[in-house]
Nanobody, 116 residues
Framework: QVQLVESGGGLVQAGGSLRLSCAVS????????VEWYRRGSERKRDLVAS???????NYADSVKGRFTISRDDVNNVAYLQMNNLNPEDTGVYFC??????????WGRGTQVTVSS
């Protein structure tokens, strides 16, 4: 059984930083990538950043240079370091785990609110 537990969200002023965590358990041997999505006021989930088990990283244009995705393979945790936050970054951040032989799995999300 796969479990994803996100944490690290909160309220921060513009220009501030937060670090989100996504702890993955179950089927980690089959994991191929971890992705972070944001659901903003438009209620759709947009890809923010991704990292593969080979270490390949991708970022949305809006967060390049401000956000960094990383992973701890020992503890099976993926991180999203978010710096220089602005109000447009506000939303619910979801972690998604992708597997080779299993369906993608979503976490429940963590709220990030950036005040101006």
């Amino acid at each position: 059984q796969v479990q994803l537990v996100e944490s690290g969200g909160g309220l921060v002023q513009a220009g501030g930083s937060l670090r989100l965590s996504c702890a993955v358990s179950g089927r980690v041997f089959d994991l191929t990538a971890v992705e972070w999505y944001r659901r903003g006021s438009e209620r759709k989930r947009d890809l923010v950043a991704s990292i593969t088990t080979d270490g390949i990283r991708n970022y949305a244009d809006s967060v390049k240079g401000r956000f960094t995705i990383s992973r701890d393979d020992v503890n099976n945790v993926a991180y999203l370091q978010m710096n220089n936050l602005n109000p447009e970054d506000t939303g619910v951040y979801f972690c998604k785990a992708k597997f080779k032989l299993y369906a993608d799995y979503w976490g429940r999300g963590t709220q990030v609110t950036v005040s101006s």
